[in-house]
């Protein structure tokens, strides 16, 4: 049975860091592309971050970019996405995906994590 459990997601304050963190188990996760999206209520998901198998490349949204970076311990099979400089924008519940196919900037992932949820006050 395919498991992705995300974990770190906290309340902090604009400004401030928060790292999420993504443990995988049942699945080969070095063959695996991973992802984290966002999602607020009333709104389609959106990608943030995806890393391809051997962690490289990377690709990140354009409100991702130059704040966040997503690594990969293949060792550990855990994803990491590494949040700075938080905005309030930046609340949301954070999924945690994977796939076979090459990391890319869409939302087709074939296994999804049960979520995590960032708030972030201003």
């Known amino acids: 049975q395919v498991q992705l459990v995300e974990s770190g997601g906290g309340l902090v304050e604009a400004g401030e860091s928060l790292t999420l963190s993504c443990t995988t188990s049942?699945?080969?996760?070095?063959?695996?592309?991973m992802g984290w999206s966002r999602q607020t209520p009333g709104h389609e998901r959106e990608f943030v971050a995806s890393i391809n198998w051997m962690s490289d490349p990377t690709y990140y949204s354009d409100s991702a970019k130059g704040r966040f970076t997503i690594r990969r311990d293949n060792a550990k099979d855990t994803v990491t996405l590494q949040m700075n400089s938080l905005k309030a924008e930046d609340t949301a519940v954070y999924y945690c995906?994977?796939?076979?196919?090459?990391?890319?900037?869409?939302?087709?992932?074939?296994?999804w994590g049960q979520g995590t949820q960032v708030t972030v006050s201003s």
């Open positions: 049942g699945l080969p996760f070095k063959r695996y592309s």
């Open positions: 995906a994977a796939t076979t196919r090459p990391a890319g900037m869409g939302l087709d992932y074939d296994y």
